[in-house]
């Protein structure tokens, strides 16, 4: 059967597939825990009611790449962690991450997340913070359960910090002032934190050295920035086929984020003023159309994807201190390969 003509083929789908099939590969090795892991999601969260595992399993089944517990069992991997725990912590990385994306879409009342419909847009928004508040319970519990303070204090920690993240996000909707330094603030606490916990967990279950927690701390922190800023970049040049939601939905809901941040040094003065009259809380598509329009005129996306790249490199250098070796390479392939979510 011939396929569609050149023509008609996105290039951005075309790219997402090559970028799909990237990380794919980097994720090779931890397929199988991964697997294992998508086969115990569930049954993991301990629900007396059919809402609480329809919501459940509707979150945990969304898609996604598990990319907090794939960095978790590769971290794991280059410490020679293979005990008791090894699978109730991984679903700890992907809880509370599941659990705020169920919080999150509350918030800013998303209907769609990956392609499908969000939690709150069919079951409603009360039965999606509830259970939300579930997983999160749920993950103390098999945090506790490992008897590791530690665990608990570091886990506990990212969801407070996510916690006031969102807040400070909440603070600054439709500030088209809003700093690069708070802007910032929010992509560390509501992404990277969680992304470092979730390797430095590896480390402190495995009774990794402090040098040696913080290397994988510092590795996830940085892994974390350069995913986030990635994502920012995408609302302004994906698809939504790539994305996973509509194009442009960040500045429709107030978030200004990074491409539109360095509009503020490279558009003209004239040009910014536009931009600051343009954000606000009854801001069009129209409106968003004409700032995207000036993030593609001054290739504010493509500066944006140039910090991730700062940040990856900075997370290949946290793990030096590590021995080189299979392990590290795995570790170092990932937070690469993430990168070609854009490219």
Known sequence: MEGPPLHAIDPSVALDT????LI???LAPVKHDLAELNRRL???????TATARAVSEHVLAAGGKRIRPALFFMASE??????????QIAAVTEFVHAASLLHDDVIDNSTLRRNRPTANSIYGGAASVLVGDLI???ASEMMAATGNMEIVKTFARAIRLMSDGELLQLENLYNADVSEVTYMNILEYKTAVLIAASCQAAGLLANASQAQCDALASFGHHVGLAFQLIDDALDYTGSAEVVGKATHSDLLEGKVTLPVILL???????????VQELISQDITQASVVEIAALVDKYDTANLTVE???????KAMAALHSFPAG??????ENLANKLLFRFN
Do not use: C, N, Q
């Not at 280059?78 to 699978?87: A, I, N, T, W």
């Open 18 to 21: 090559l970028a799909k099939s």
């Open 24 to 26: 794919e590969k980097a």
């Open 42 to 48: 569930v049954d993991f969260i301990p629900t007396e």
């Open 78 to 87: 280059l410490l020679g962690y293979r005990g008791d725990h090894l699978y």
């Open 136 to 138: 999160y319970s749920t």
């Open 264 to 274: 503020r040094t490279a558009a003209t003065p004239s040009e910014w003023a536009r």
């Open 307 to 313: 910090r991730a790249h700062g940040f990856t490199m």
């Open 326 to 331: 299979t392990a590290r390479d795995h570790l």
